[in-house]
């Protein structure tokens, strides 16, 4: 059981646009700053977004992050076949003085 | 260009021990904190451990606790995962990554090392 709460499917056709929640609580997303990371199949995660809503260099303006209160999301727009991955969000946890995860979503382009 | 490098796992017994290591290279790891992140055979991401730059602070995730150490040796650009009483849900891939800048989010990830534990 992960901390923070991911769905763990999601779904969408080349062009559109889909969302992907992460719920936490007060001591994680609440008080810290919340990253995304993608992990495409049988390769090492990558970070996509850090600081609730910054973009690493390199990274297309498609993805894109917010925050409000313990809820996080990504948002992909003008989705591709290559987005086809796992996503997962992290925060720091002040109760558990760690790292924590969302469980995972794994993204299927139709 | 940026590199992270693990090596070390390997197959063991329960209550065996392994030590990872971590190479870096096309930058210093010396200003940043540097993690352990963990993936059990088709699951998620863990955290398992993180060090701050100079060593002075540790931490660890409840499961490994007094069971795993982590360190590192700046001179050497290293970072290291001592793993003792190894036990069947340690099992997983063990990433190396870096801190970014501004400490909030992992920058740079290795490819991994897998760890089997079994009897």
């Known amino acids: 059981q992960s901390v923070l709460t991911q769905p763990p499917s999601a779904s969408g056709t080349p062009g559109q646009r889909v969302t992907i929640s992460c719920s936490g609580r007060?001591?994680?997303?609440?008080?810290?700053?919340v990253s995304w990371y993608q992990q495409l199949p049988g390769m090492a995660p990558k970070r996509l977004i850090f600081?609730?809503?910054q973009r690493p260099s390199g990274v297309p303006d498609r993805f894109s992050g917010a925050k409000s209160g313990t809820s996080a999301s990504l948002a992909i727009s003008g989705l591709r076949s290559d987005d086809e991955a796992e996503y997962y969000c992290?925060?720091?946890?002040?109760?558990?003085?760690?790292?924590?995860f969302g469980g995972g979503t794994k993204l299927t382009v139709l | 260009e940026v590199q992270l490098v693990e090596s070390g796992g390997g197959l063991v017994k329960p209550g065996g021990s392994l030590r990872l290591s971590c190479a870096a290279s096309?930058?210093?790891?010396?200003?940043?904190?540097m993690n352990w992140v963990r993936q059990a055979p088709g699951k998620g991401l863990e955290w398992v451990s993180s060090?701050?730059?100079?060593?002075?602070?540790?931490y660890y995730t409840d499961s490994v606790r007094g069971r795993f150490t982590i360190s590192r040796d700046n001179a050497k650009n290293s970072l290291y995962l001592q793993m003792n009483s190894l036990r069947v849900e340690d099992t997983a891939m063990y990433y190396c990554a870096s801190d970014d800048a501004r400490g909030y989010a992992f920058d740079s990830w290795g490819q991994g090392t897998l760890v089997t534990v079994t009897p």
């Open positions: 992290s925060a720091w946890d002040d109760s558990l003085s760690g790292r924590v």
């Open positions: 060090i701050t730059s100079s060593s002075n602070v540790l």
């Open positions: 007060r001591s994680n997303i609440g008080s810290n700053f």
């Open positions: 600081m609730n809503n």
């Open positions: 096309g930058f210093s790891i010396t200003p940043y904190t």
